[in-house]
């Protein structure tokens, strides 16, 4: 029994399937998930050998065939009608509500609306409407933020795809704390992302800026240099260097990086 990782869609997470035959990285196959069957593909073959913990996995029942793909590709035609629909319905009955996305799962059984609000929405008329043009069971769900980002993508300050939507499996919480901690300015232009919230990566880089931290100063501390003692003005923790105010004139300091003190020891 190995287990594989399989995702769902472009830029989804990963989600963990078992099965005792043998698939390929790239392999199309249907699963089993608590919402019902999906079409999906294989990422990665997890562990080779899992049969101990077999029964806390679901299963892949099978490798796709063509008729499979035609369904999934169709199910993609009618999502997009669907989104479609909730929107002019959402209009129509007057909800604040912003319809993000809708997904049918492979089987049809389920037909899933994500929606952003800033406030409660009574949804039981619409879901009322779209079960009855669809006849499947509708689920809608709000979502925050983050997750409209995750959902819709982008580009971030940096230049690249939003880490969300690229790489991020998981979000944790995210607090201003990082953001003094690596000797950020506090501008919420600089350390806001796309989504309006505190940047994804405050949280995931932390872990190099305190490798980074020991032996720095703080800005305002005293400090020594060949040319006398001077005042240090700023730091640049990742680089770990930072520049002394001596008199009139400024001088950059460079302390060795942590691999480097390691090896002289």
């Not at 609000?117 to 079960?131: H, I, M, Y």
């Not at 230049?159 to 704390?177: E, H, P, T, W």
Request: glycine content about 6%.
């Amino acid at each position: 029994m190995k287990l594989y990782s399989v995702i769902f869609k472009k830029n989804n997470r990963k989600y963990y399937f078992a099965s005792e035959d043998e698939y390929n990285i790239d392999d199309y196959v249907i699963v089993e998930t608590e919402k019902g069957l999906q079409y999906g593909k294989v990422l990665s073959i997890e562990k080779e050998n899992i049969n101990k913990d077999a029964d806390t996995y679901k299963y892949i029942l099978r490798k796709a065939t063509e008729e499979d793909t035609e369904i999934y590709y169709g199910l993609l035609k009618e999502k997009e009608e669907a989104y479609l629909k909730c929107r002019e319905l959402v209009k129509e009955l007057g909800l604040n509500m912003f319809v993000i996305s809708a997904d049918f799962n492979f089987d049809r059984s389920q037909l899933l609306f994500t929606f952003t609000s800033d406030e409660r929405v009574d949804f039981r008329e619409l879901a009322r409407k779209l079960a009855a043009i669809y006849h499947t069971r509708i689920e809608l769900r709000q979502i925050g933020a983050r997750d409209k980002a995750k959902e819709i993508g982008g580009v971030g300050i940096c230049g690249q795809k939003l880490c969300c939507a690229r790489f991020l499996n998981k979000i944790d919480a995210i607090s201003m704390n990082l953001a003094k901690d690596q000797n950020l300015a506090l501008n919420p232009s600089k350390i806001n992302g796309v989504c309006g919230r505190l940047l994804c990566c405050l949280q995931y880089e932390n872990d190099n800026y305190l490798e980074c931290l020991p032996g720095m100063p703080s800005v305002g501390d005293s400090y020594k240099t060949a040319n006398g003692e001077g005042k240090v003005i700023s730091i640049d923790i990742l680089n770990r260097s930072f520049k002394v105010l001596v008199g009139s004139n400024k001088e950059e300091v460079f302390l060795p990086k942590i691999e480097d003190e390691g090896n002289e020891k």
